[in-house]
Nanobody, 124 residues
Framework: QVQLVESGGGLVQAGDSLRLSCAASGRTFSSYTMGWFRQAPGKEREFVAAINTSGGSAYHADSVKGRFTISRDNAKNTVYLQMDSLKPEDTATYYC?????????????????WGQGTQVTVSS
């Protein structure tokens, strides 16, 4: 089993920054691709960013590219999402997830373990 615990969400104003963290336990964290997703009320869960096992390769959704940055610290079993220049449309619950397959990193169905989520609210 894997446990993923997100933290760092909150209420901020447009243009502010937040850094989300996701602490993992239960498996060899460094062996797996990690991703961040978000879900707003009434909408489907959408891909935000993913990072490979070493952290040397990352992919971000077009909607956040240039504003958000995913990173990981394998020594701390933690993945991060640095969010800058936040917009009201970024308001959602943010989830981290672990992908055992190593492929299909933009699709929620390809992730095997999920955290409980952390709320991010951006006011205008």
């Amino acid at each position: 089993q894997v446990q993923l615990v997100e933290s760092g969400g909150g209420l901020v104003q447009a243009g502010d920054s937040l850094r989300l963290s996701c602490a993992a336990s239960g498996r060899t964290f460094s062996s797996y691709t990690m991703g961040w997703f978000r879900q707003a009320p009434g909408k489907e869960r959408e891909f935000v960013a993913a990072i490979n096992t070493s952290g040397g390769s990352a992919y971000h959704a077009d909607s956040v590219k240039g504003r958000f940055t995913i990173s990981r610290d394998n020594a701390k079993n933690t993945v991060y999402l640095q969010m800058d220049s936040l917009k009201p449309e970024d308001t959602a619950t943010y989830y981290c997830a672990l992908n055992l397959r190593g492929y299909g990193t933009t699709r929620p169905a390809n992730y095997d373990y999920w955290g409980q989520g952390t709320q991010v609210t951006v006011s205008s």
